[in-house]
Nanobody
Framework: QVQLVESGGGLVQAGGSLRLSCAAARRTFSIDAMNWFRQTPGKEREFVAAINRGGSRTDYADSVKGRFTISRDNAKNTVYLQMNSLKPEDTAVYYC???????????????????WGRGTLVTVSS
């Protein structure tokens, strides 16, 4: 059963912006830490951003710091990734993931995630 569904991916020119959403069909969403990861063909899945259950703490990969913003709306069971100043190297399939065991903490390890979405493709042209 699909519990996380990403949306908002697409084609954008370098320097542009895109907002990804992840809708969660999970009763525990409000107490889960949430993460965004991304992956390109032949590459390992890499950490992008994380947010704790209350939304008061965030963490970002160095490659996106200052350009991406993760946020959540627990009333809507949705986590967002606002991506600004996009670069061609940001091109990837973006996945949201739920960390059920670290609601008040943060982790950037994919092995800590219990649930994954199917992903949404972001393509940044030069």
């Amino acid at each position: 059963q699909v519990q996380l569904v990403e949306s908002g991916g697409g084609l954008v020119q370098a320097g542009g912006s895109l907002r990804l959403s992840c809708a969660a069909a999970r009763r525990t969403f409000s107490i889960d830490a949430m993460n965004w990861f991304r992956q390109t063909p032949g590459k390992e899945r890499e950490f992008v951003a994380a947010i704790n259950r209350g939304g008061s703490r965030t963490d970002y990969a160095d490659s996106v710091k200052g350009r991406f913003t993760i946020s959540r709306d627990n009333a809507k069971n949705t986590v967002y990734l606002q991506m600004n100043s996009l670069k061609p190297e940001d091109t990837a399939v973006y996945y949201c993931a739920a960390d059920q065991n670290r609601g008040t903490a943060l982790s950037k390890l994919s092995s800590h995630m219990e649930f994954w979405g199917r992903g949404t493709l972001v393509t940044v042209s030069s």
